[in-house]
């Protein structure tokens, strides 16, 4: 999908909610210990495989900087808060008690790593989902990807290639979720954009793929397929 607004990009009018009996229901713990292990053993090949992040110092220095902006406005700091690359979880998750955590993983596999910012999971159980995805280019830091609480952002694995994936809602009866691989450069390719409204008189589902009409079982069949894929990386604390 190409041209207009990157859904990755954008923030929803309203809170995030979850469509009645619309795929996500709570997944079982087998399903889930699979699709982690799947994950895992697809990774351990590969440059995408999540390591260690490295001390600060030895991190490009656009990438610090970003950190440094972070530390900040979870301390609520008037200038950081204010500045054009703020994003708002990095003051309210730490204000309600949730820490956010940071790692280098090269995702485009060019060699170069990008820094990811996100929730930090109380539990082996949780779904850490992320706040930002930046890359490097000209020396300056470039957001790949932005999620907060109402339109949440993760990493897919598949062989040879991440991507992200995103759920959002627009409103109480909307829902809305993209998929996109991440190829060089940090491109987002073939997004795809899933929207499933619920019409609470008739208690139907209309669903749309990038505008086209389709089924609620076709619909539920690919948002199963992209969170079958999700993974989870290792994130290091972020202290203020």
């Given at each position: ?48 495989g999540t390591t260690p992040a490295p ?119 909307e829902s809305m979720l993209c998929h ?61």
């Open positions: 999908m190409t041209g207009g607004p990157s859904l990755m990009r954008s923030k929803p009018s309203a809170p995030f909610v979850l469509m009645p009996d619309f795929r996500f229901r709570k997944e079982p713990s087998a399903v889930k210990t699979f699709r982690r292990l799947t994950a895992l053993i697809l990774g351990l090949g590969l440059i995408l001390a600060e110092a030895a991190m490009p220095a656009a990438y610090g900087e970003i950190l440094d902006l972070v530390r900040r406005s979870m301390a609520g700091d008037k200038a950081a808060t204010d500045d054009p690359r703020f994003n708002v979880c990095w003051y309210s998750m730490p204000a309600s008690g949730q820490d956010i955590g940071y790692t280098l993983t090269d995702l485009d596999g060019d060699g170069a790593d990008e820094l990811i910012l996100g929730l930090l999971a109380d539990s082996p159980e949780d779904e850490n989902w992320l706040t930002d995805i930046w890359t490097v280019r000209g020396g300056e830091a470039a957001r790949v990807a932005a999620g907060w609480e109402r339109s949440r952002l993760y990493l897919t694995l598949i062989p040879d290639e991440a991507g992200i994936f995103c759920e959002r809602s627009d409103t109480v009866f996109a691989r991440i190829k060089a450069g940090c491109a987002l390719l073939d997004e795809q954009v899933l929207t499933v409204r619920y019409n609470w008189r008739t208690h139907t589902f209309r669903c749309t793929l990038d505008g086209a009409e389709i089924g609620i079982e076709e619909a539920t069949r690919l948002t199963e397929a992209w969170r079958l894929d999700l993974w989870f990386p290792e994130l290091l604390p972020l202290r203020p």
